[in-house]
């Protein structure tokens, strides 16, 4: 059994950065896929990004450019760097892993594992 744990949620301000961290407990390294998700209120919850099982990242149009995803060799903890923050990327963020399909699109919200999910709020 895979369990997630999300942290490094808090509030920013517009063009600032955050770090989450989600650390995994029993990783599998042939995990098909790892990934981060939100969702604001009253919407459904989109992919972020992913990363495949030979460290390909996948990244939602919305975030390119401006958020980072990564897994270090050797840590069992996923990472999402996020600069240029704006308030459309206030979420409550969850991590994922091993992907029901197989497949690491970002479009894809059907994983067997999710973390609780960590705050992120962005205001002036």
């Known amino acids: 059994q895979v369990k997630l744990t999300e942290s490094g949620g808090s509030s920013a301000q517009p063009g600032g950065s955050l770090k989450l961290s989600c650390a995994i407990s029993?990783?599998?390294?042939?995990?098909?896929?790892m990934g981060w998700f939100r969702q604001a209120p009253g919407k459904e919850r989109e992919g972020v990004a992913t990363l495949d099982k030979y460290g390909t990242p996948r990244y939602a149009d919305f975030v390119k450019g401006r958020f980072t995803i990564s897994k270090p060799n050797g840590e069992n903890t996923l990472y999402l760097q996020m600069n240029s923050l704006t308030p459309e990327d206030g979420a409550v963020y969850y991590c994922?892993?091993?992907?029901?399909?197989?497949?690491?699109?970002?479009?894809?919200?059907?994983?067997?594992?999710w973390g609780q999910g960590t705050q992120v709020t962005v205001s002036s």
């Open positions: 029993s990783y599998r390294p042939n995990l098909s896929c």
């Open positions: 994922a892993a091993e992907s029901i399909s197989g497949y690491c699109d970002v479009g894809l919200t059907n994983y067997y594992y």
